[in-house]
């Protein structure tokens, strides 16, 4: 059974950078698309970034060239490198496992981790 945890998060400031990592145990990573998702309170759930297995990437709109997924097999690990950080992308970041692709149902989860950007 794939299980991810995700690591990374914390205070930074605004215009400031982050590195989230999901790392896998359980099953390879390389057998499944990973997407970062995001909770704020009070908001939905939001899609942030996806990559296949192939390693093409997608992005929602708001990300807007700041961040950038990238996955590493051998170490079992996907990143999520955030740069430009603003108040409003302050939410609890998760990353899933998809073995159908970015469009497939994301069926393992992490337990999250808190990002917190201060003005």
């Known amino acids: 059974q794939l299980q991810l945890a995700e690591s990374g998060g914390g205070l930074v400031q605004l215009g400031g950078s982050l590195r989230l990592s999901c790392a896998a145990s359980?099953?390879?990573?390389?057998?499944?698309?990973i997407g970062w998702f995001r909770q704020a309170p009070g908001k939905e759930r939001e899609g942030v970034s996806c990559i296949t297995k192939g390693g093409s990437t997608r992005n929602a709109n708001f990300v807007k060239g700041r961040f950038a997924i990238s996955r590493d097999n051998a170490k079992n690990t996907v990143y999520l490198l955030m740069n430009s950080l603003k108040p409003e992308d302050t939410a609890k970041y998760y990353c899933a496992a998809a073995s159908e692709g970015c469009d497939g149902i994301f069926g393992s989860w992490g337990q999250g981790t808190q990002v917190t950007v201060s003005s």
């Open positions: 359980g099953l390879t990573l390389d057998d499944f698309a």
